[in-house]
């Protein structure tokens, strides 16, 4: 398994919550794609990556990509996607505290749908065993939907 989205690890707190969702999400949902971990811990050198697009270069971005053993991005991905330095990001916390998700069509393994509305079921299911999960949709400094953190 993918170290980056082993939920094992992740903080027990939160693999609690991810088992709970795993199991009950298609059950409330049965029609809609289900969720699956896109990322619970982070090292270093992806933190470093991922804080630099939208702040570097596409040429200094890409590179820092290479050494995280991230693919290259397009131009008009280098935007910002984290507010969060280097040793700052709560990925970066062994264990996790926290880990996002995406969500894909059944019976696929690469049509994914972003449709927030998935991600509020999602959080209202999560939400329920545990009252201290924060959700990034309410991040004051930036709107990440597919991050949940304790």
């Known amino acids: 398994m993918n170290e980056e989205r082993d939920i094992s690890k992740a903080h027990p707190r939160l693999q609690k919550v991810w088992k709970y969702l795993e199991k009950q999400y298609p059950k409330r949902h049965p029609d809609d794609p289900v969720p699956f971990l896109t990322q619970v811990y982070r090292k270093r050198e992806t933190q470093e990556a991922y804080y630099a697009q939208g702040r570097e270069s596409l040429t200094s971005v890409n590179a820092r990509r290479k050494k995280a053993g991230l693919p290259p991005i397009k131009d008009v991905e280098n935007k910002i996607i984290t507010k969060a330095r280097p040793g700052l990001s709560k990925h970066e916390r062994s264990p996790a505290e926290a880990f996002d998700i995406a969500f894909v ?7 994914l749908d972003w449709s927030e509305r998935l991600f509020a079921q999602a959080y209202h299911i999560m939400k329920g065993i545990e009252p201290g999960l924060r959700w990034g949709k309410y991040f004051s400094s930036i709107v990440d939907l597919p991050h949940f953190e304790i």
């Open 105 to 111: 069509k059944k019976g696929t393994k690469s049509t």
